[in-house]
Structures are given as structure tokens and as C-alpha cells.
């Protein structure tokens, strides 16, 4: 059972910098894990910000390219996710999410929800003007 705990939000001024962080412990030895984080805001459903598959290839919501940077180090089982230039319509509660593959070089830029199987508490991002 993999268990995952997100860090790193807070409240901040639009055009500022946060950086997340995702900690997983319990993987499977054996197996490789895609990761990814998503975002919900209030009143809305939750949606995909950007994955990486166990060879570090990354996908990205059109709405954050250029702006979002999704990364990991594996040595220390963390997920990261560096957002810059924040704007109000980023605030939401961030999710990471990981689900084992079997390659390396496995697919895993998967934006439904349903696709993933492990996911964290979440941690809130509050952006104002």
C-alpha cells in the first residue's frame, strides 16, 4: 500500500512561487510508479495538472505549460511540483496520485481521476490579487 503526503502550500500573491512536494513511502519493490499532481478548486471537479512516468517523461494541463514544472527524486521518493507566476484561478487543493506500471517506459500522462489508484490528503494553494 503506497501512502502519499503532500506539503508545501500556503497563500501567496499572484505572479509568486510555491514549490510542492509529494512524499510516498510504501512502494512495492519491483514495480515502477507513475505520478501525478491535480488540482481542485471549490464548486469544481478535479482536474489533471501534470504526470511523469518512471522515466521522467512529463505531460502538462494546457492551462499551467510554462508555468508549472513537475519533477522527482527518486533517492528520496518525492514528487515535486514548482509553480511560478501564480494567479488567482491556480488556487486549489493540489492532489498527488501514483499508480504502479510494469516498464519503465510506460504511458502515463492519464488526465481521469479514475485511472489513478493511490492519492494523498491534499494541500492548499491560496492565491490572491
Known amino acids: 500500500q503506497v501512502q502519499l503526503v503532500e506539503s508545501g502550500g500556503g497563500s501567496v500573491q499572484a505572479g509568486g512561487s510555491l514549490r510542492l512536494s509529494c512524499k510516498a513511502s510504501g512502494n512495492d519493490y519491483g514495480f515502477y510508479y507513475c505520478m501525478a499532481w491535480f488540482r481542485q478548486a471549490p464548486g469544481k471537479e478535479r482536474e489533471a495538472v501534470a504526470t511523469?512516468?518512471?522515466?521522467?517523461?512529463?505531460t502538462y494541463a494546457d492551462s499551467v505549460e510554462g508555468r508549472f514544472t513537475i519533477s522527482k527524486d527518486n533517492a528520496k521518493n518525492t514528487l515535486y511540483l514548482q509553480i511560478n507566476d501564480l494567479k488567482p484561478d491556480d488556487t486549489a487543493l493540489y492532489f498527488c496520485?501514483?499508480?504502479?506500471?510494469?516498464?519503465?517506459?510506460?504511458?502515463?500522462?492519464?488526465?481521469?481521476?479514475?485511472?489513478?489508484?493511490?492519492w494523498g490528503q491534499g494541500t492548499q494553494v491560496t492565491v490572491s490579487s
Open positions: 511523469i512516468n518512471p522515466a521522467a517523461r512529463t
Open positions: 496520485a501514483a499508480r504502479s506500471v510494469r516498464f519503465a517506459g510506460s504511458t502515463c500522462d492519464a488526465f481521469t481521476t479514475r485511472w489513478w489508484v493511490y
